[in-house]
């Protein structure tokens, strides 16, 4: 079963709109982390946000924002008033700790197209 | 002064042919890990070692194997290429890759190697 799902596979929106950028995640643990990361088409892939289970405080960095759920195994990125600089695959991804060891478990990614 | 790098960043090579990427973190992290992206830009692990030790080997190929000379560095070494060995390799490092006390570090990322298999 998928661990973490990104629905949208591509989001188009024109310069200065919001747009927020879901991802659904699945896990038996308690104690977890959840990241996202965004890749330019430069091709790297940045750091964005890490989030640990026991803290779900929304964060707001600039114009980018995270929505945490436990509720609903949500962690939701909203980007306000959207740049052409934005456009990028953006991926989520899990971290569990059941293994003894850290891994990533990541999305299949959302491409996001932001246009003049 | 790039925190992770990787060598080299394009790689265009025959069917059957060996070849090696290296990577090499300066972040002073124990943990170092081989990503494939594959050309749906789905990203997956393939190992993970820390401080020179093996601590995960996903479902690989025997073809590919991994190297740690130091914690500094994580090579992979790629026997008999395959048409569907073609993907984009990123090496990671983070700073403890074990599951401590629930602490989890950062995992962060060179540019990428792009290997074209021909």
């Not at chain 1, 950028?21 to 890749?39: A, G, N």
Request: one cysteine or more; proline letters at 3%; glycine letters at 6%.
């Amino acid at each position: 079963a998928q661990k973490v799902t990104q629905a949208q596979t591509e989001i188009s929106v024109v310069e200065k709109e919001d747009v927020t950028l879901d991802c659904v995640y699945e896990t038996r643990d308690t104690t977890y982390y959840l990241f996202w990361y965004k890749q330019p088409p430069s091709g790297e892939l940045v750091f964005l946000i890490r989030r640990n289970s026991f803290d779900e405080q929304n964060e707001i960095s600039g114009r980018y924002s995270w929505n945490f759920q436990k509720s609903t195994s949500s962690f939701n990125f909203t980007i306000t008033a959207s740049q052409v600089v934005d456009s990028a695959v953006y991926f989520c991804a899990l971290s569990e700790g059941n293994s003894g060891y850290s891994t990533l478990t990541f999305g299949k990614g959302t491409m996001l197209l932001v246009s003049p | 002064d790039t925190a992770v790098s990787q060598t080299p960043k394009y790689l265009v090579t025959q069917m059957g042919n060996d070849k090696s990427i290296k990577c090499e973190q300066n972040l002073g992290h124990d943990t170092m890990y081989w990503y494939k992206q594959d050309s749906k830009k789905f990203l997956k692990i393939m190992f993970s070692y820390n401080n020179k030790e093996l601590i995960i080997n996903e479902t690989v190929p025997n073809r590919f194997s991994p190297k740690s000379p130091d914690k500094a560095h994580l090579n992979l070494h790629i026997n008999s290429l395959e048409l569907g060995d073609s993907a984009v390799y990123f090496c990671a490092s983070s700073q403890e890759g074990r599951w401590l006390a629930g602490d989890q570090e950062t995992q962060y990322f060179g540019p990428g190697t792009r290997l074209l298999v021909l």
